[in-house]
């Protein structure tokens, strides 16, 4: 019942921009906390960002002044606005939603490729 379901990868030249959208339903969107985390070839997924159900957000030091989150009520799309992207952001980008309530409750979209030319 509970999908996320996230567009906006593509590629494109370092020190360029990219746009990702995550789309939920309206209770998701408005009770979980919701986060984007990347998985670049080879690695462990880590964390990006996050839009805690408080509206309270959380940054990775490597998003600082270049990575922005934001969120339309009225579509319930969650958006990760990405600038001066470089090599090392590219790779997998899921969308998240989790319950602070219940630790072991999450949901993952399937992902969307981010590739960043050299």
């Known amino acids: 019942q509970v999908q996320l379901a996230e567009s906006g990868g593509g590629v494109v030249e370092a020190g360029g921009s990219l746009t990702l959208s995550c789309l939920t339903d309206?209770?998701?969107?408005?009770?979980?906390?919701m986060a984007w985390y990347r998985q670049p070839p080879g690695k462990q997924r880590e964390f990006v960002a996050r839009?805690?159900?408080?509206?309270?957000?959380n940054y990775a030091d490597f998003t600082k002044g270049r990575f922005t989150l934001s969120k339309t009520l009225k579509t319930n799309t969650f958006l990760l606005y990405m600038n001066r992207l470089t090599p090392d952001d590219s790779g997998l980008y899921y969308c998240?939603?989790?319950?602070?309530?219940?630790?072991?409750?999450?949901?993952w979209g399937q992902g969307t490729q981010v590739t960043v030319s050299s």
């Open positions: 839009w805690r159900s408080n509206d309270r957000t």
């Open positions: 309206e209770t998701i969107f408005k009770t979980y906390d």
């Open positions: 998240s939603a989790t319950r602070e309530s219940s630790p072991g409750e999450e949901y």
